[in-house]
């Protein structure tokens, strides 16, 4: 092949430095770009079949490659949806078209109440209200976009608190006890607290203490609702929601009756409300609440999402409630490196790279999962700029030897001449 061979052999030469040049580009177009893992050009030689009496030049060609498993620096932000793993790992999205990838990119904001990334793609995970925390270990199957958008209003029933007064040793006994819902009803002390029903409405309890006996007290509570016009006595019927008779060590002033000191209450189109009455007294001095309280809440939205390091998505309501809304887990491969990369920095699985994995976060070989933060792009600026003058002088010296094939091949034409 001679001179024709050697300008084949430049060809190839300037043709992989422009390959390297191109993953330099992407590199350094890339160095902010969230997740981001560097490409590389690797060399491979192509040789000639020849014999030992003359030399064939061959060729070479180039294999590009990208350093998925290369861990990039953390940038802590604000946002605690931000999400970055440390360790191995990706995150499962989907595309619009629903086509479910791997990635490391986690800047994650809401969207139309579900978590989206920079590029588009949409966080998974398993939907803990509707009990799909089981992972199928090879497959998406059963993961949902992650977010606010079904998680809508919620109320909750009151179920527990406290009522906890000092019924005053010295209280006259009552002639008109407020069981007896009289107009005269005759009563020690009134307290009310609020609760909630199913629906999240607030329903107010009045109640009302009444000396009935020498170290004996009766508790009897009310539908604020049923009051009289002016308020209190005589209550609507259906109103009276309970009565409790309570009996107090006549020594110490401690409530030993009823066990356990417990005052429950039926709330209308609610739960039963268990008041804790421990801590209830009679001693001398004034009727005085010193503990009065009830869970439950009326309708409240979602006011923002906690992620745990093992991928819990907490939904944290405007009224402080917590609820565990979600699962994110991890994916991985036999063999990250070879992943076919995606646009929008994500990647699909390959016969190369392995079957789908997946596992919880922080837990096993897969890394944790932390709020707050982005992976940066793992681009080496430095070294694209080492690698890109590297690249320049290997394609200029290809072309040397170009041209000065194309010179010789020149003398020999003009040797017929």
């Given at each position: ?30 160095v ?41 620096d ?7 949806t ?8 990706f995150?499962?999205v989907?595309?619009p ?80 006890l407020?069981?007896?819902n ?25 109640i ?12 009897t509570?009310?539908?604020?609702a ?7 006595f ?26 356990p ?44 999402l ?8 907490t ?12 699962k ?18 994500v ?26 933060a ?9 070294s ?34």
């Amino acid at each position: 092949m001679g001179l024709y061979g050697l300008m084949t052999t430049s060809i190839s030469g300037m043709s992989v430095q422009s390959d390297r040049m191109g993953t330099v580009a992407d590199n350094i177009a890339n160095v902010n770009t969230t997740g981001y893992k560097e490409a590389s050009a690797e060399f491979a030689t192509l040789v000639a079949e020849g014999h030992v009496a003359s030399y064939v030049p061959g060729s070479v060609s180039t294999i590009s490659r990208r350093a998925i498993t290369h861990q990039g620096d953390l940038s802590y932000t604000t946002s605690p949806t931000d999400l970055a793993i440390s360790g191995n790992g990706f995150f499962m999205v989907q595309s619009p078209s629903g086509t479910p990838y791997l990635t490391r990119a986690g800047s994650f904001i809401p969207v139309n109440g579900q978590l989206v990334n920079a590029a588009g793609f949409t966080l998974l995970g398993y939907d803990l209200l509707n009990g799909g925390s089981t992972s199928v270990i090879n497959s998406a199957a059963g993961l949902v976009p992650v977010g606010t958008a079904n998680l809508g209003l919620k109320a909750t029933p009151s179920t527990s608190g406290t009522f906890q007064v000092n019924e005053p040793s010295d209280a006259a006994i009552s002639t008109s006890l407020p069981s007896a819902n009289a107009a005269t009803a005759d009563y020690a002390g009134m307290t009310s607290i609020v609760t909630y029903d199913n629906l999240g409405h607030q329903v107010t309890l009045d109640i009302y203490s009444a000396k009935t006996a020498n170290n004996q007290w009766e508790v009897t509570v009310y539908d604020h609702a049923g009051a009289a016009s002016g308020g209190g006595f005589p209550y609507a019927a259906g109103s009276q929601l309970t009565t409790q008779n309570l009996v107090f060590d006549g020594t110490t002033g401690k409530l030993t009756s009823p066990s356990p000191p417990t005052l429950a209450v039926n709330i209308p189109n609610g739960a039963t409300l268990n008041l804790d009455m421990a801590n209830t007294t009679q001693l001398a001095g004034s009727y005085s609440p010193t503990s009065a309280t009830a869970n439950g809440n009326g309708p409240s939205a979602v006011d923002r999402l906690e992620i745990s390091a093992d991928g819990i998505v907490t939904a944290v309501y405007a009224d402080g409630s917590r609820v565990d809304a979600f699962k994110i887990p991890l994916a991985n491969v036999a063999s990250p490196d070879n992943l076919t990369a995606i646009s929008g920095n994500v990647f699909a699985t390959n016969k190369d790279s392995g079957d789908l994995q997946l596992g919880s976060a922080n837990s096993g070989a897969l890394g944790k999962i932390q709020s707050g933060a982005l992976e940066k792009s793992s681009v080496d600026l430095a070294s694209e700029l080492t690698t890109m003058v590297e690249a320049q002088r290997s394609y200029t010296a290809n072309s040397k030897v170009f041209q000065t094939g194309t010179e010789l091949l020149d003398v020999l034409v003009n040797l017929v001449r």
